[in-house]
T-cell receptor, first 114, second 109 residues
Framework: NAGVTQTPKFQVLKTGQSMTLQCAQD?????MSWYRQDPGMGLRLIHY???????DQGEVPNGYNVSRSTTEDFPLRLLSAAPSQTSVYFC?????????????FGEGSWLTVV | GIQVEQSPPDLILQEGANSTLRCNFS?????LQWFHQNPWGQLINLFY???GTKQNGRLSATTVATERYSLLYISSSQTTDSGVYFC???????????FGAGTRLAVHP
């Protein structure tokens, strides 16, 4: 049981390039989400999904696209990278269980845009 | 939207000391969670606690939903407790969590 797996762990992009951050979970969770964390700050929600085929915007969605074709996978696409998107990105998943909506995070993806 | 305020922003402890971290919400939440981010960046869920009190080893948390705040207690702190503690809340039926800025804890031997 791997939990939430993110790839790549580290990436350097040039301004204007596009890329996809991959996220996969093996817990059969309905809910998945992407957050970004900037230095000295808490996490901010980018996009989320409540099930396959259903996605919606969070607090800071501009410049990012998502899709959810399967329960397991929730990739985050940067359309045209900008230096303001330099951040640490976390994927998370959760489901309703006896303990409520406990959320599990991946290990993070460090992205630098130059 | 909901605003989350955490205090104190920084905390330095000697090993063995106790501490209380506080989280205030600007509006009611029905989903409140505490997380620990270790020095390597890993985020671990500590508690899902929209109301009431829970305990897990040396950690416990209390949420007073009617007064829109939550407390995290750390007893007999250890160096491995160092890192950043975040609280986050959401209203509605999904984990659209809004995070506070965190409390940075350093525990010295």
């Amino acid at each position: 049981n791997a939990g939430v797996t993110q790839t790549p762990k580290f990436q350097v992009l040039k301004t204007g390039q596009s890329m996809t951050l991959q996220c996969a979970q093996d817990m059969n969770h309905e809910y998945m989400s992407w957050y970004r964390q900037d230095p000295g700050m808490g996490l901010r929600l980018i996009h989320y999904s409540v099930g396959a085929g259903i996605t919606d915007q969070g607090e800071v969605p501009n410049g990012y696209n998502v899709s959810r074709s399967t329960t397991e996978d929730f990739p985050l696409r940067l359309l045209s990278a900008a230096p303001s998107q330099t951040s640490v990105y976390f994927c998370a998943s959760s489901d309703r269980g006896l303990d409520g909506n406990t959320i599990y995070f991946g290990e993070g993806s460090w992205l630098t845009v130059v | 939207g909901i605003q989350v305020e955490q205090s104190p922003p920084d905390l330095i402890l000697q090993e063995g000391a106790n501490s209380t971290l506080r989280c205030n919400f600007s509006d009611s939440v029905n989903n409140l969670q505490w997380f620990h981010q270790n020095p390597w960046g890993q985020l671990i869920n500590l508690f899902y606690i929209p109301s009431g009190t829970k305990q897990n080893g040396r950690l416990s948390a209390t949420t007073v939903a009617t007064e829109r705040y939550s407390l995290l207690y750390i007893s007999s702190s250890q160096t491995t407790d160092s890192g950043v503690y975040f609280c986050a809340g959401a209203s509605g039926g999904y984990n659209k969590l809004i995070f506070g800025a965190g409390t940075r804890l350093a525990v010295h031997p």
